[in-house]
Each structure stands twice: as structure tokens, then as C-alpha cells.
T-cell receptor, first 113, second 111 residues
Framework: AQSVTQLDSQVPVFEEAPVELRCNYS??????LFWYVQYPNQGLQLLLK??????LVKGINGFEAEFNKSQTSFHLRKPSVHISDTAEYFCAVSEGGAQKLVFGQGTRLTINP | GAGVSQSPRYKVAKRGQDVALRCDPISGHVSLFWYQQALGQGPEFLTYFQNEAQLDKSGLPSDRFFAERPEGSVSTLKIQRTQQEDSAVYLCASSLMDTQYFGPGTRLTVL
């Protein structure tokens, strides 16, 4: 069975500082990996995804993530955060195609001025 | 274009009442998923449709939960005899290929 672990439940950072949100997964098959962001009282918005190919994936709002197969990780990074990045971030994995997503517990990113 | 819409956005039910939650997927999206998100948790899979066929309902927590998508478009998630533990946000997502697009969710509170 697949599982996703987000190692930090909360990450506070100062505005314009870099940030890394960590995600590890377990699966016995090849996977697709996703990061979604959830703003208060809203649904999930796709930030970026890894399906195949280059292990460095760039997404919206200046975020990027790197797929590391040997470490089964897919950490999310941004070099300089803004107040507007305050939200909950979810890492998710699927076995591909039209398959269900398995989510981590989420990481709450708080940006302090 | 229009995204996934869900209604109602908020629902308060007394314990024991039946509720129906609606999802309008993105036009042309073949696949439709329902997830349950408890407070402070990540979403958890409930069920999956491809067109009108329910191909996976392994995540439905009990036989009180029922989902349908009779014409392969709009879907309804029904919960019978609601219990307090059913309180959660119910998210619907649709996809054409490998990416799921989520609606805003329905927040269900059972008193």
C-alpha cells in the first residue's frame, strides 16, 4: 500500500526567506507525485506534479520540487516566500493515470513579516 | 473555463438525518473522485467513477455512504443516518488524464 509522510506539520518562516517542505513516500510501484496548496475555506489547487522525465519540476507561484527515487522523497522548495504563500500544503502520490490520490497529513506554512 | 463546483458549500445536519452532496465536474472529464477531509488532516479517498461506472468504492467508511453518477456527469454523495464522526469537508475532484482538479468542498457539520 502507498503512504505519504510530511515530516513537518508546521513551518514558520520570515517573508523573503527560503523554505523547504519535506515529503517522503512509500510505494511498491512507479508513482506519480503531486503537491497541492489549500487556502482557507477553499479546495485544493495543484502546485506542480512529477509524472516522468526530469526530476526537477517547476510549478506555479515560484515553487519547485525534486523527485529523488533513491530516497523516496519529493521535497517542495521556494527561494523567497511571500505573505500570500501562507496556506496548507499537501503532498500526494498515485499509481498513475486515473488512480486515487494518497495524501500526506499536510504542512501549514506560516509567513511572518 | 468553469472549474469543479460543489453544493451546498456548508451543510448542518442533526444526527440521524440524511444528506446529499452534489458535485459538478469540469465538462468532458471522464473520471470523478470523492474524498473526505477531517479537520487538520489530509484528504482521504472515498470512491471513484469513470463515466457512470463506479469502479472503486473501497474508501466508503460504511454502508451509510452511497455515491452515484447516473449520466456520467454530475455526481451525488449521499450519507444516510448521519453520525457526528461524519463531520468533515467532502471534496470532489475530476480529471481527464493524470491530474485531478478539486472543487471547493462541502463542509458537513453533524450536531
Amino acid at each position: 500500500a502507498q503512504s505519504v509522510t510530511q515530516l513537518d506539520s508546521q513551518v514558520p518562516v520570515f517573508e523573503e526567506a527560503p523554505v523547504e517542505l519535506r515529503c517522503n513516500y512509500s510505494s511498491s510501484v512507479s508513482v506519480y507525485l503531486f503537491w497541492y496548496v489549500q487556502y482557507p475555506n477553499q479546495g485544493l489547487q495543484l502546485l506542480l506534479k512529477y509524472l516522468s522525465g526530469s526530476t526537477l519540476v517547476k510549478g506555479i507561484n515560484g515553487f519547485e520540487a525534486e523527485f529523488n527515487k533513491s530516497q523516496t522523497s519529493f521535497h517542495l522548495r521556494k527561494p523567497s516566500v511571500h505573505i500570500s504563500d501562507t496556506a496548507e500544503y499537501f503532498c500526494a502520490v498515485s499509481e498513475g493515470g486515473a488512480q486515487k490520490l494518497v495524501f500526506g497529513q499536510g504542512t501549514r506554512l506560516t509567513i511572518n513579516p | 473555463g468553469a472549474g469543479v463546483s460543489q453544493s451546498p458549500r456548508y451543510k448542518v445536519a442533526k444526527r440521524g438525518q440524511d444528506v446529499a452532496l452534489r458535485c459538478d465536474p469540469i465538462s468532458g472529464h471522464v473520471s470523478l473522485f470523492w474524498y473526505q477531509q477531517a479537520l487538520g488532516q489530509g484528504p482521504e479517498f472515498l470512491t471513484y467513477f469513470q463515466n457512470e461506472a463506479q469502479l472503486d468504492k473501497s474508501g466508503l467508511p460504511s454502508d451509510r455512504f452511497f455515491a452515484e453518477r447516473p449520466e456520467g456527469s454530475v455526481s451525488t454523495l449521499k450519507i444516510q443516518r448521519t453520525q457526528q464522526e461524519d463531520s468533515a469537508v467532502y471534496l470532489c475532484a475530476s480529471s481527464l488524464m493524470d491530474t485531478q482538479y478539486f472543487g471547493p468542498g462541502t463542509r458537513l457539520t453533524v450536531l
